[in-house]
């Protein structure tokens, strides 16, 4: 519900009340007096109008739903606004007597009474808009709950993402590191694969050297 709207509303049920006082006071007066109240009246209609306008304006640029249960108000608004204006037409058109020969007939009175229960219907239907909009208030507040609930939500995935990301790119430093490693012990092992041949050879040219200096000595000893 537009709080707007709303605002608009409250001013047109306080003026429509007025103005129907108004008029059935007016119906009894006579001369200069009579004038003055029809004068008020007139200004009071206005007044009434341009509040119709207003809340049609407003009504028209809410979204549809809103719109359309606002819109159908609109409509008793504008018909308590007519039989209004027949009433201050009356007024101005039936002298004193006239009126207080209606008002004995009780033409006045079922006038009044009309408008009595008119009024009453739209302050129960402004009643019941006004509960209407304390339930979008809660729908609107439970939504914004529920946003920002999701924006957490949103934002701790988010902060997730990045965490799962840097431990990725660590994980690729360590498999560099590994990659690096095992070719570090690669080289490693094949040059103490190569220092292996090497002592082996050495190893055994000093034993034929032993065997070689062993056998010229005996040779010598023999001779």
Known sequence: MSEIFEGYERQYCELSTSL???????????GEEKKQKLSELKTGLDEAEALIRKMDLEARSLP??????????????KSDLNNLKREVKKS???????????????GMA????????????????????????????DSKKTLLETEELGVSILQDL???????????ETLH????????????LNSMGRRMSRNKWIMG???????????????????????
Do not use: W
């Open 20 to 30: 129907s006082r108004k008029c059935t006071s007016t119906g009894l007066l006579n």
């Open 158 to 168: 988010h902060t997730q993402r990045l965490n799962l990301l840097h431990a990725r």
């Open 64 to 77: 549809p739903t809103p719109k359309a249960t606002l819109l159908a108000k609109l409509r008793e608004y």
């Open 110 to 137: 079922d006038s009044a009474s009309s408008a009595a229960d008119q009024r009453a219907r739209l302050l129960l239907s402004t009643e019941r808009l006004n509960q209407t909009g304390e339930r979008v208030k």
């Open 173 to 184: 430093g360590v498999d560099d590191n590994i990659g690096k490693s095992r070719r570090i």
């Open 92 to 106: 101005s058109t039936n002298d004193v007597s006239a009126s207080r020969d209606e008002l004995m007939e009780g």
């Open 201 to 223: 050879g050495i190893i055994g040219v000093l034993i034929f050297a032993i065997f070689l200096v062993a056998y010229i000595k005996f040779s010598s000893r023999s001779k």
